[in-house]
């Protein structure tokens, strides 16, 4: 097996021939599966697509599984013949992690969504991989508890591990990789593994947990996971607050954190995004960099918060500190963040957004954006930018008009120079997307040669016939 | 190479033969680093031992390094013979980490010790593997920030996440697992690596962080990290309860963290512990398991808390709850569990403790500890315990006759009945004492034969020749 070295300019993923499962194996899986074995096409365009831009690529075939020991049965199926396994959440993740480049059978998880169990007292939930996030919380419902991962879409527990997934919680309370106790995973030769005890904490051994959240698909199946969960909080606030400038609201975020108060959320909008949520929601929001922040806890730590950073706030010449309480409220305040992603749509109808995710460390994150903006009014195009603040991590929407090929061009020559500028600030290519098939030409200028090898190496030794989602990652042939 | 099969009924670790260096790598050590190569027996010996109760095992020679090149010459100058490498930080492990058993070269990192970098914006430092804890925190006095990860020993932060470390601070602050932004590390083929960009979270591949996070020196040599600090408390209060049993202390504590209540250190005392710091440090405390709980927080933060475990400690019939606000008082009433190994030693003078160290889901925390004092009693052995509540996390420390082999086997067959306990309530056989040596016998019992094969797999891609720190973890030969 050859390793062939990424190349960095190269916006091609480097992938293999198709390896189409034989008519046998086609057979043993219509013996076992019936009709959840699906080759009709509409099936396998809607499994061979994700949220990003790529044109689809569609599996060979798709099973429905409903336990483990069918997972089982299809690893080994498909082992013997080295085709291609993806697994398959609810298809919402965003740089081509679920297209099918080299063909093969696709594993729908859709089904496999039985909550085995929730346990108060430890704070955690035992789920099968295909769980979403909502249907925990619902389960949750009753306990005072919830799960705080958030990436946005209703995605699933098994999707969220191996993405590593967080979105607007994750200030607060983690990413996906912070609230995992234990995974289940079937391996490339069919063996079943658990990668921890069920404890809060472990030093018996490598880290075999951490390995497989983010490995997006390409080490094992993920088949259960446990995950921590949160208190609710007794009561929640909101605050809208409009800055001077970017590196105010940033400012002002970082100097919250150092000051120990414990965000729950920190959600940066800057003008252009200000200008699409008042044309979209009619907010008559001032067009002026706006904070979106949420406080939890009892009243009077709310309260106290809300001083701190009020005066924070104003220290960064921050205005109009709106403020919600009740529900109702919170809600109206937090829409124009709610709707942002469509309002962005709406400057102009008709295009796509090709969604960049740099995140960079916090002290950097104002400069980043700054330099982000200039290139944007440089090139002239529309790019709104939404922010993670409390991550050091911001989404630019770059609006491409799909009609225009040269659109998406100029959209991926601006990633590229923002990649390289939130590399240089000594952050990373993606915060919480993942790499997909859009990221991988940037691993090497991101983890070195040695750091590309050392996962090369890892998928080697886990995965020796590359079975698992090819051609993703740090893909190899 | 052939993988050998763990016996989890022999306490012996596997180990191979010795590799000692040839006269002529001795010689090349010697040229580079002249009187920082030692081969004194003094030398030696005080580097081949740690805290645990293994007799000690020499390397054949101690290297004091004090940059990365010079890591890089020694890995790549006992590649060339296979010859071991271990890590040295401060000596501080308890599980036998740090021992030749197949000889080798020890590289020192104490002289490795400049704080490179402290970034208040990032709330993160990053420093040189050799620094420790304490040194690390006494740079930070004036920035309002601090570095939580506390084992008791002045570690060093190589040694520290080599061996996952945690303690007192991690059911607030997390354990250094949750505290690390990257690594630099030494390979096995003397490439450097960094794991990660300096952003604090990212999607972009698999998490090198955490691989070699709890390696305990066998996958590389950790030159550098960049760890996360948190702002210290504006307030600190420290409060003392006595509860009717153990079951209630630990009920407390599960109550306030669902409530939402970020306790700061929550340590239970048993009460043969009082008993011991009672007699040690005339304290007069109630012969009653006791909470030691720690707060943080604004003031009025702080009160709000005391509140409402105040009231839960009630619920679970806890009494006595007594306060202390200012730090002379906080650091009396904190005495008796800061003194409380020392105290517990003395319950039988002339003693060591064998210390164990396991953790549970919180829900199997009470069954566990009461299960394990029954078995104490039963078994006539003086152990009095500690337990990291909020971690589920406890360690017995079982006093034993240095002149008595057999009280040494009585310690032994207690730790394996109960590391059993621990696994059949879902936990680990190491919360955070690591594997060294000791636990290496119930790594398949813990993660299975598929868990176990999968760390050797990690551990021959990584370090084919088994150089580094060989015949530990999940050592094979």
Redesign the interface.
């Known amino acids: 097996m050859t390793v062939i070295a990424a190349n960095p300019s190269s916006p091609t993923p480097i992938r293999g021939a198709r390896r189409m499962p034989s008519a046998g194996l086609i057979a043993d899986l219509r013996a076992r599966f019936a009709d959840r074995l699906c080759t009709q096409q509409a099936v396998l365009l809607q499994h061979g697509r994700d949220e990003s831009s790529f044109a689809p690529e569609p599996p060979d075939a798709v099973v429905y599984v409903q336990n483990v020991e069918e997972v089982v049965f299809v690893v080994q199926a498909c082992a013997q013949e080295c085709v291609p396994l993806i697994g398959f959440g609810s298809g919402s993740s965003v740089e081509g992690h679920l297209l099918a480049v080299e063909g093969g059978v696709c594993i729908d998880f859709s089904r496999m969504n039985r909550i085995l169990s929730i346990?108060?007292?430890?704070?955690?939930a035992t789920v099968e991989a295909g769980v979403t996030r909502s249907q925990l919380n619902l389960a949750l419902a009753q306990t005072?508890?919830f799960f705080s991962v958030d990436p946005g879409a209703d995605a699933t527990v098994g999707g969220m591990v191996a993405?590593?997934?967080?979105g607007t919680n994750?200030v607060r309370y983690?990413?996906m990789?912070?609230n995992l106790i234990n995974l289940s995973v079937v391996?490339a030769d069919g063996?079943?593994?658990?990668?921890?005890?069920?404890?809060?904490?472990?030093?018996?051994?490598?880290?075999?947990t951490?390995?497989f959240?983010?490995?997006e698909g390409t080490?094992g199946l993920i088949t259960e996971a446990t995950v921590r969960l949160?208190?609710?909080?007794?009561r929640t606030a909101a605050a809208v607050v409009r800055f001077p400038s970017v590196r105010a609201a940033i400012g002002c975020v970082?100097e919250s954190?150092?000051?120990?108060v414990?965000l729950a959320r920190a959600e940066l909008l800057d003008v252009l995004t200000v200008r699409a949520v008042n044309a979209h929601s009619h907010t008559g929001l001032a067009e002026l960099p706006t904070l979106f922040l949420e406080f939890g806890?009892?009243q009077?730590?709310i309260d106290?918060q809300a001083a701190q950073v009020g005066e924070i706030a104003g220290g960064h010449g921050g205005d109009a500190f709106c403020w919600a309480h009740r529900p109702e409220e919170r809600s109206r305040l937090w829409t124009p963040r709610h709707h942002a992603y469509f309002a962005c749509l709406q400057l102009r109808p008709g295009c796509r957004s090709m969604t960049t995710?740099a995140?960079?460390?916090?002290?950097r994150l104002a400069s980043c954006v700054e330099e982000t903006q200039a290139d944007i009014a440089e090139h002239g195009l529309t790019a709104p930018i939404l922010g993670h603040v409390g991550?050091?991590?911001f989404h630019c929407l770059v609006l491409v008009d799909p009609h225009r090929p040269e659109e998406a061009e100029a959209a991926e020559a601006f990633s590229r120079r923002l990649i390289a500028r939130a590399?240089r600030h000594?952050?990373?290519?993606?915060?919480?997307?993942?790499?997909g098939l859009h990221?991988m030409q940037?691993?090497q200028a991101?983890?070195?040669e040695?750091?590309v090898?050392?996962?090369r190496?890892?998928k080697?030794?886990?995965d020796p016939h590359n079975i698992f989602n090819p051609g993703k990652?740090?893909g190899y042939r």
């Open positions: 346990s108060a007292g430890d704070l955690s005072g508890l993405t590593a997934a967080s994750s983690g990413t990789r912070d391996m063996q079943q593994l658990r990668t921890a005890s069920h404890a809060r904490k472990s030093a018996a051994g490598y880290n075999l951490q390995l959240c983010g490995s080490l949160h208190p609710r909080s007794e970082i954190i150092q000051f120990g414990p806890g009892s009077n730590h106290e995710d995140c960079v460390p916090l002290s991550d050091g991590n590399l000594g952050g990373t290519s993606t915060g919480e997307h993942g790499v990221k940037y691993l991101e983890h070195g040695a750091g090898a050392l996962m190496t890892i080697r030794a886990l990652l740090a």
